[in-house]
């Protein structure tokens, strides 16, 4: 993929399965560099990179949902006609998982085949969440960010690297302050819900909420840990993820 909202840290030695990531809030595509590695090797990983961040640090970043899910939408449905035959499913981390659910919404109204299933993880359905992330102040951010734990905190210390993260931080909660669920169909696509058991953002509970927005197979996945479970348990996820694809490509 040439576009600027994609990266691939792996190189797909064969024709499986795409598997599109979306990472969290102030995240970048690198979030799912280890992840990637762990997959088989013929699996394409993309991982998004969405504005402000990293190499797309100049551009503005998003302070919406619903624009951001247009535009990676679109981008991936350019990508995705140049390879029509190839199978994908797609993969988000707590905002990441709100905007690769809302993202597979729209591509089903496209014409081209919708994902093969969705992994939704750190997160529970669009209307869990009651948090009012629009009236966060810098402060209120970076607490939360503290409090959800991770591997970025030590960018929190340094007043250089926090002048570049905060302002997609910022956005980001934003953009999930200003979000509303609208109502609509259940999607007709596998879910994989998945989550850590000490989440003290998404319990258990919330992650089952997601069974209510699709009529496919339903799954959840529950690891040990925190809200950032998944970067102690790649292996684990990896095997989750491997499972879910190759079990769809068997009853499709």
């Not at 199978?87 to 919404?105: C, D, I, K, N």
């Not at 089903?108 to 209307?127: K, T, Y």
């Not at 259940?186 to 089952?208: F, I, K, N, Q, R």
């Not at 529950?222 to 190759?246: I, M, P, Q």
Request: glycine content about 10%; aromatic content about 10%.
């Amino acid at each position: 993929m040439n576009s600027t909202w994609f990266r691939r840290f792996t190189t797909a030695s064969g024709d499986g399965p795409r598997l599109v990531c979306f990472p969290h809030a102030g995240g970048s595509a690198t979030a799912f560099k280890d992840l990637a590695h762990r997959l088989p090797a013929n699996f394409d990983v993309v991982c998004v990179q969405y504005p402000g961040r990293q190499d797309r640090y100049a551009e503005e970043p998003f302070t919406a949902l619903a624009p951001l899910v247009e535009a990676v939408a679109e981008e991936l449905t350019r990508e995705l006609a140049a390879d029509p035959g190839r199978p994908y499913a797609l993969f988000g981390h707590s905002m990441g998982a709100l905007v690769a659910f809302e993202t597979a919404r729209l591509l089903a109204r496209g014409e081209l085949p919708g994902p093969e299933r969705l992994f939704l993880s750190g997160r529970g359905g669009p209307e869990t969440d009651s948090v009012a992330y629009a009236l966060f102040d810098d402060a209120d951010v970076l607490a939360d960010v503290r409090r959800l734990g991770g591997t970025d905190q030590a960018m929190l210390e340094d007043p250089d690297l926090l002048e570049l993260v905060l302002p997609a931080l910022r956005a980001d909660y934003k953009a999930l302050g200003t979000y509303g669920w609208r109502g609509g169909e259940p999607l007709a696509v596998a879910v994989t819900a998945l989550t850590g058991d000490s989440d003290p953002m998404t319990t258990v509970e919330d992650a089952h909420t997601w069974r209510a927005y699709t009529t496919g197979d339903f799954e959840v996945k529950v690891f040990s840990g925190g809200h950032f479970y998944l970067f102690d348990h790649l292996d684990g996820v990896a095997a989750a993820v491997t499972e879910g694809l190759l079990t769809q490509a068997a009853v499709s």
